[in-house]
């Protein structure tokens, strides 16, 4: 059974850092794109990064504050973010796809992303 689990979020202040893991079971991360993205109440999935072996790609609004990097003796993926602000309190996603183009892999829809974790809740504090 494909899955993906998310983890590592939780409360920070206002500056500080958290990474966030996504973990595969039952395929092989390294064959397919992986994206992150995150969902505020009421909004649609908002891309921030996705990885594949093409490369990484990030939303403009968070490049110089997130780090997308991969693990492939663990099958896993992750999200390093910094300096968190307010606005990057969200639920956030991971997801799959081997069809999607990379070139798309920040867009939920376009990208084709066939799987999809559960989510893990980031909240910001002042």
């Known amino acids: 059974q494909l899955q993906l689990v998310e983890s590592g979020g939780g409360l920070v202040q206002a500056g500080g850092s958290l990474r966030l893991s996504c973990a595969a079971s039952g395929f092989t991360l390294d064959d397919y794109t992986i994206g992150w993205f995150r969902q505020f109440p009421g909004k649609e999935h908002e891309g921030v990064s996705c990885?594949?072996?093409?490369?990484?790609s990030y939303a403009d609004s968070v490049k110089r504050r997130f780090t997308i990097s991969r693990d492939n003796a663990k099958n896993t993926v992750y999200l390093q973010i910094d300096n968190l602000e307010r606005g990057d309190t969200a639920v956030y996603y991971c997801a799959a796809t081997r069809f999607g183009l990379f070139s798309l892999c920040l867009s939920p829809t376009e990208g084709r992303y066939n799987q999809w974790g559960q989510g893990t809740q980031v909240t910001v504090s002042s």
């Open positions: 990885i594949s072996s093409r490369g990484t």
